[in-house]
């Protein structure tokens, strides 16, 4: 017969006539077992946020330890599982962490034991429904997790307090209690009933009753009185006797609040050449007297004004009109003789800059416009047309005329033939079809021969296509196409800010030269063997 284990702790019981010969090494582990049961105290370090202490059939394993002492320094609170949760365990635990430890083995209730906390604890080995039990109330100070069930609790500073019970039967009033299990019928048998006991509204109150329901006592809102949720205050409607309204110079009337009140501005006296400023009882202003001669006060018109004079008579100031600006009745402007940076504006006649006109938006020029320098914006409409006269020739000495006219096409002339075209469509004409580069060896440096290009060329693919926007019916073109060119010669290619790709086809020109004298080597070679056989 095989041998079996105990539910709990995992003790090895051998079946009848097994391990013979062989009992003292069974035995011997059971006594280990019994060892850390009763008598052995692990001590495990925590670190992350989970832990489980399993106890194992026939095997020395850690849930079997009757003490567990919880050290190390865990960043956030940690749950120990006890398992498997059909064993029925007790332990004494311990945590010496900064962290709280929730100790589980099902979801009938857990300990959650505090930081520097000691409880004894069993746990049920019920399955699933497993509860972790705490027996030690008492050896804890007051938290929810270790005492909330307690009778006899202790609080944070170490005073013992009862806590609630529960009893199968009311007690009697003769025991202490109220005999009954209800707040209505406990006043009754104490005699203190809510019927019995009445509370009335006094003077300025309404409400009250007897106590059997919620009562509410309200102050009454009486004549000139506002009562709001939590004050009393006197309305406005109510005059105050204690508020008077007093007249200051220059002024009579006022009083008590007692009826309505009127202050009057005193009358004002005469103001004479010898007169000064003063407040009266009753007065505080005064009239000019005629007297007073007007000839010795003057206005004067400063920088940018005429008129004035002295005030025997009525004077007028005027802005002067001077060179660019318009007076108006009510304004001053720039007239039409200014330039202004901002705006739309029709410049008449000729003008002359003596620096750089730098142009945002469109520029329209009915006649010839002659500048040392300028940056025009872009005209979607008209061209904008640069033009070369035998009377003005002396302001073109360093450039040529430029025409871009209303189909797209760009013409360079010099004199009044077009030298350089770039036509609509995107080809490229000249006078003598010659398109040169830079090739002065005083500008090169590095100089090397040029690496094999024969295969390479004989990789490229040349094909005959439209553009997507040529009609169907439109000549083909012969090219290459850019993405393959990328798989041989990725020096060829470039990418535009929007993603286009283009090939440097005047690049190709060398290396095609190169490719031609391999070829032509290839060529001198096979006439040689050719000549060598005959």
Not at 17 to 25: A, K, R, Y
Not at 393 to 415: K, M, P, S, W
Not at 440 to 461: C, F, G, S, V
């Amino acid at each position: 017969m095989p041998s079996t284990f105990t539910t709990n702790t995992g003790i090895e019981k051998p079946g009848s006539g097994e391990q013979t010969g062989s009992w003292d090494v069974t035995a011997n582990l059971n006594y280990d077992v019994i060892d850390r049961a009763v008598n052995g105290a692990l001590s495990v370090t925590l670190s992350g946020t989970t832990l489980t202490l399993t106890t194992t059939n026939g095997v020395l394993s850690d849930g079997q330890y009757g003490t567990i002492l919880f050290t190390g320094s865990p960043a956030s609170p940690v749950t120990v599982t006890i398992a498997p949760n059909s064993a029925a365990k007790q332990y004494m635990f311990h945590n010496g962490t900064a962290q709280t430890v929730t100790i589980t083995q099902g979801s009938g209730g857990d300990l959650v034991l505090a930081a520097g906390r000691s409880a004894v604890a069993i746990c049920t080995g019920t399955g699933a429904g497993a509860q972790v039990r705490d027996i030690t109330a008492l050896m804890n100070t007051a938290t929810s997790a270790n005492t909330a069930n307690a009778v006899v609790q202790r609080d944070g500073t170490g005073a013992v307090a009862l806590g609630s019970l529960t009893l199968a039967t009311d007690l009697a009033v003769a025991q202490g209690g109220t005999g009954a299990s209800d707040a209505a019928t406990a006043r009754t048998n104490l005699g203190a009933a809510a019927s019995a006991t009445t509370i009335t509204a006094g003077d300025g109150l309404t409400g009250g009753g007897d106590l059997s329901a919620n009562r509410t006592l309200a102050v009454g809102a009486g004549d000139g009185i506002s009562v709001a949720a939590d004050s009393v205050a006197v309305d406005s409607s109510v005059v105050r006797t204690t508020r008077t309204i007093t007249a200051g110079n220059g002024m009579s009337g006022g009083g008590d609040l007692t009826a309505n009140r009127t202050l009057t501005l005193g009358t004002p006296s005469d103001l004479t050449a010898s007169s000064t400023s003063a407040v009266t009882a009753s007065s505080h202003t005064h009239a000019i007297d005629s007297t007073i001669a007007r000839s010795a006060v003057t206005i004067t018109a400063g920088n940018g004004l005429t008129g004035g004079g002295d005030l025997t008579t009525n004077r007028t100031l005027d802005i002067g009109a001077g060179d660019g600006i318009t007076v108006n009745a009510n304004d001053v402007a720039v007239n039409s003789t200014v330039v202004r940076t901002t705006g739309t504006q029709s410049i008449a006649g000729a003008k002359t800059f003596t620096d750089n006109i730098v142009c945002t938006d469109n520029l329209t020029v009915d006649t010839n416009f002659y500048v040392g320098d300028i940056d025009v914006g872009s005209n979607g409409t008209n061209g904008v047309r640069f033009q070369q006269l035998s009377t003005v020739t002396y302001l073109f000495t360093q450039c040529r005329a430029l025409e871009v006219d209303t189909t797209g096409i760009i013409n360079h002339y010099q004199g009044n033939v077009v030298k350089f075209r770039v036509q609509a469509a995107g080809n490229v004409v000249n006078a003598n079809n010659s398109y040169g580069a830079l090739s002065d060896l005083n500008l090169k440096k590095d100089i090397t021969p040029a690496n094999p290009q024969l295969a390479d060329m004989r990789k490229i693919e040349v094909v005959n296509y439209r553009f997507k926007d040529m009609p169907d019916d439109a000549p083909k073109h012969v090219g290459v196409i850019a993405q393959q060119m990328q798989t041989v010669k990725p020096g060829l290619v470039s990418r535009d800010e929007e993603g286009t790709l283009s090939v440097k086809y005047s690049v190709l020109v060398p290396l095609m030269l190169k490719a031609l004298q391999e070829l032509a080597d290839k060529v001198d070679e096979l006439e040689t063997r050719l000549n060598g056989a005959q």
